[in-house]
């Protein structure tokens, strides 16, 4: 999949490409299971602003590289070979998928799991309702993660804690 | 730029206060497609701009048969905007914390099936973190009947937050909830009453 990223003028400024699966073609059952996964809300997010502005810690703020090539796929799924690249000798194989491709309908889930685990095994506590919240205690100290798919800001009371 | 307003002439509020949009059947149709895309434009916009919420979310209600005078609405607001735009919201810092949360209705602004719009929002000290603009789900039969339901709303908001709140450390014990006093001490009256007998 190709697009053209424009500046606010309308010109081009970079050109982007994307390889993606037919997710179209995923049967439910069989290639996918849940694909239900979380987003924060916005109001959260101001929250978190207006929360860290009046305690006066710093937030920091960063973004995950084509995130959803990051998930693991607990599903057996199979793509063909990209047209373009296809391999001369076995032009009748398919790839089996280890992680997830973007348009697959696990993809954002996987991602979610993925990330969660991560912040679980690193003795971070999730929110009460909000699942994409993620809190670090340590005496006086606390360190707050939000998630938005693929931008995650944090902030923390002791500025050692951001790492 | 989308929509050939870059050199309109600023206005200073976003709706006239004597607007009244119906579905104006009688009216020209415009561009389905282009009216669509202005309203999600503008409901991008809403994300951050509070003061258009209601506007836009009038205006986003004709979107399956638009017309002419709400396409004139819906410009209005980009007017509105061009006027404006070095506003944004502000998150004073190192002051106490406390939550309050606002909310009112339009009195059955719709009139074509008389239902009240419910408004609320919600400041931390100084700071709007929250707000929603929502016509309610169904007809109230009195003003206080709208004015619960728009307290109603406001109230869950506040919950939330204030879990939220508990998360981030922080424990509030009162959140003051404001609205118009008169009518809802009328429905507390009557259930008292009616919890005696």
Redesign the interface.
Known sequence: MFKNKLD?H?VIVRNKARLVAKGYNQEEGIDYGETYAPVAR???V??????A????FKLHQMDVKSVFLNGYIDEEAYVCQPPGFEDHKHSDYVFKLKKALYDLKQAPRQWYERLSNFFLSHAYER????KT?Y?K?ALND?I?VQVYVDDIIFGSTNQKLCE | ?KFDMENCKEISTPMATNCYLDSDEKGTSVDQTKYRGLIGSLLYLT?SRPDIMFSVCLCARFQSNPKESHSTAAKRILKYLQGTTTVG?W???????DLVGYSDFDFAGCKIDRKSTSGTCHL??S????WHSKKQACVALSTAEAEYIAAGSCCAQSL??K????????NLSKIPLLFQICEINQIMLNELAAFVT
């Open positions: 606010e309308g916005l109001e959260v101001r929250l978190l602003l207006a929360y502005c009046m305690n006066g929110g009460k309702i909000d919240l809190i205690k606390i707050l | 730029m994300a919201l998150y004073p810092s190192k002051v106490s914390l931390l000290r700071s709007l973190i929250s939330w937050i879990q939220q709140l508990s998360d981030f450390g922080l």
